[in-house]
């Protein structure tokens, strides 16, 4: 039987995209939608905005939207996708866990709490038994389960690929599509013929959620990596699908050569959502692009190219579809591991 599941935050931009991945998926069932108390009561295709490039499911679309409370949720539901501003996540993400929902979210608070899996399944997968250590400690049935940054998720998987030579420092400076702000994030006279070398918290996050993704986990706390990371961040007038500039400095000597073949051979996971292949290694110098690249592995893998030595160790670039890979998918991958590893 297919596993009950709700969205939280579902009328918003991530949430819409949880929606048109969640309805067609065969072990999810969508059974709940919450929203701000504006839309509770109404249906869900009166609520939505819908700006997804597919129609509302005819199903979904007269479902009525509930407010985000832990009564207002069935309690037969077994997991709920998160996609609520940080600031509502960090209020009510911790009473649906108390109420005994597993939440896989992906809302920037808690994200490096030390009790809190963050997690992209490829990468640290073992990382999810910090469940056990957060029930402990917080004493809920629940568990809370974090999936990154979209512009972290977007290079910290090349990182993992050459790991084993040792990272050392890493510079990344990321070309931001505008929908990562939301629909109404970024407005048409501030990006058109302009691109914005700031946005807020952003560097932070890229810093310090690498860092803990490629830690250690030795069954009762995570140690973070010791490398070092210094980012940039900057919105470009794409659409979708954010590109990053990485230079890495490793232990061990890194031909571009060696890269690229770490990169392709990195292995990917038998879930449902994962891509066959996780990093696509383009051998163009132009590659990859946004428009071009940014749903290789439908969305849900990560593009590479343009591998070359520096006086600043190797350079390339690497690029993700931000509202697939970059959030939306990666709460439903992580959902996909939360149930293979028996926690629904």
């Not at 996909?336 to 629904?344: A, Q, S």
């Amino acid at each position: 039987m297919a596993v009950r599941v709700g969205v939280l935050g579902a009328t918003g931009a991530v949430g819409q995209r949880l929606i048109q991945h969640l309805e067609p998926h065969p072990d999810f069932d969508i059974a709940a939608l919450t929203a701000s108390d504006s839309s509770a009561g109404k249906t869900y295709r009166q609520a939505a905005k819908w700006r997804v490039d597919s129609p509302i499911p005819n199903d979904i679309g007269e479902m009525t939207v509930t407010a985000t409370e832990p009564g207002e949720v069935p309690d037969d539901v077994d997991l709920l996708f998160s996609s609520l501003p940080s600031s509502i996540g960090a209020e009510v993400e911790p009473d649906f866990c108390e109420a005994g929902y597993v939440v896989s979210s992906n809302s920037s608070n808690s994200r490096m709490a030390d009790d809190v899996p963050l997690v992209i399944p490829e990468i640290n997968a073992e990382h999810l038994d910090l469940i056990e250590v957060q029930r402990d400690e917080r004493g809920w049935d629940g568990a809370l389960v974090k999936n990154p940054n979209c512009s972290t998720i977007t290079f910290v998987p090349t990182l993992a690929a050459i790991a084993e030579y040792g990272l050392e420092k890493v510079h990344v400076s990321t070309l931001q599509a505008v929908s990562g702000a939301g629909y109404d994030g970024v407005s048409s006279m501030e990006i058109i013929d302009n691109a914005i070398p700031y946005i807020g918290s952003e560097e932070d996050k890229l810093e310090t959620e690498s860092r803990k993704l490629l830690g250690e986990f030795d069954g009762a706390e995570l140690s973070h990596n010791e490398m070092s990371v210094s980012a940039s961040c900057n919105r470009i007038p794409t659409i979708d699908g954010h590109l990053e500039n990485v230079w890495v400095e490793t232990e061990d000597e890194l031909t571009p050569a060696d890269a690229a073949e770490a990169m392709r051979s990195f292995p990917s996971l038998d879930l449902r959502s994962s891509p066959e292949q996780l990093i696509h290694v383009f051998g163009e110098p132009d590659r990859p692009q946004p428009r071009m690249d940014r749903t290789v592995g439908g969305g849900m893998a990560i593009a590479a190219g343009g591998l070359q030595e520096t006086p600043f160790g190797l350079q390339y670039n690497c690029l993700a579809h931000n509202t697939i890979r970059g959030a939306a998918g990666a709460s439903m991958l992580n959902g996909e591991l939360l149930l293979e590893n028996g926690y629904l």
